[in-house]
């Protein structure tokens, strides 16, 4: 997933945005060949998250670093834990610290609060969202995956989701919506529907999709809606959607939900706190 051109080009604007006119501080303050080794620790309890991007910002930049990541990608850190070490020139290296920290700060912390999510949750899987930091897509998604969710689609052209939206905007209503889906869809592209009421879940099921999705049903609605799609054979996947909390889960799950999609994954994440020191000078 990292190996996208779209983080290249992301890690690019990272470096141009901080760079485009060079480093006047370390210009000036650091002799050209002075070298140094540097740790970047966790100053909080984290799930580490993002560590296979600092060789990919040396590379897009042309420093010659030499970096030693000693925290494996989702595990669980400590506060004063190492993250990874890194040797180079030490203009090289203070120009570096803010790009990688950013990065890092950002994916562990989506993938803290989606470990801190899904940790103790019952049979029922978690599903991110496209709800994601503009041009961070596949970053946030990656950190996601790291804290224990599934990926829902990435964009809008791997999967049919007929929202809410598409059934107001069609003169027909769902069924003309349904209806066009069904005989121009490519064949084996799978297809999901989102429905308000149990009226619009029947009507939907007519038309066989591979997965339903309740959008803001409450606990007491979830069940009828449940059973409404059992007896439907083949049955479609269900999945929940609107405000899910944590708290919510058992109940989700005991109501016969397969899936449930939170926004909240990546729009309520916070970073973590995450720092980089020189720990040795060597002067060559």
């Known amino acids: ?8 080009k992301l890690i690019g604007l990272a470096l141009e945005e901080d760079l485009a006119l060079g480093d006047i501080t370390a210009r000036l303050t650091v002799p050209e060949d002075h070298r140094s080794t540097a740790k970047i620790i966790a100053r909080q309890r984290l799930i580490v998250c993002g560590t296979p991007l600092a060789q990919m910002i040396a590379t897009e930049a042309g420093w010659n670093l030499d970096i030693e990541v000693v925290a494996t ?3 669980w850190l400590g506060e004063g834990s190492p993250v990874m070490q890194v040797r180079g020139r030490t203009a090289d290296l203070l120009s570096f610290e803010r790009t990688i920290l950013n990065f ?3 994916m562990s912390g989506v993938a803290t609060y989606t470990r801190n999510f899904c940790d103790g949750r019952p049979a029922v899987h978690v599903l991110d969202t ?3 930091m503009p041009g961070w897509r596949v970053l946030d998604k990656h950190a996601t995956r790291v804290g224990g969710a599934r990926n829902h689609r990435f964009s809008l052209g791997d999967m049919i989701l007929v929202k809410n939206n598409h059934i107001d905007a069609h003169p027909d209503g769902i069924r003309g919506a349904l209806s066009d889906i069904v005989s121009q ?5 799978p ?6 009421t149990l009226e619009e879940l029947s009507i939907a099921l007519e038309y066989r999709p591979t997965i339903v999705m309740l959008d803001n049903f409450s606990d007491d609605q979830l069940a009828p809606a449940v059973s409404l799609v059992r007896a439907c054979q083949p049955s479609p996947l269900i999945e929940a959607s609107g405000g899910i909390s944590k708290e919510r889960l058992a109940r989700i799950a005991a109501a016969g939900v ?6 909240a994954l990546t729009t309520l994440a916070p970073n973590v706190d ?6 040795t000078l060597i002067h060559v």
Not at 1 to 8: A, T
Not at 191 to 196: K, N
Not at 274 to 279: L, Y
């Open 185 to 189: 869809k490519p064949l084996y592209m």
């Open 258 to 263: 397969d899936a449930v999609s939170v926004g």
């Open 73 to 75: 990608e989702g595990e």
């Open 104 to 106: 890092l700060q950002r």
């Open 274 to 279: 995450i720092s980089m020191r020189i720990s």
């Open 130 to 132: 496209r709800k994601t």
């Open 191 to 196: 297809w999901e529907v989102e429905v308000r």
């Open 1 to 8: 997933m990292l190996n996208s051109p779209l983080v290249k």
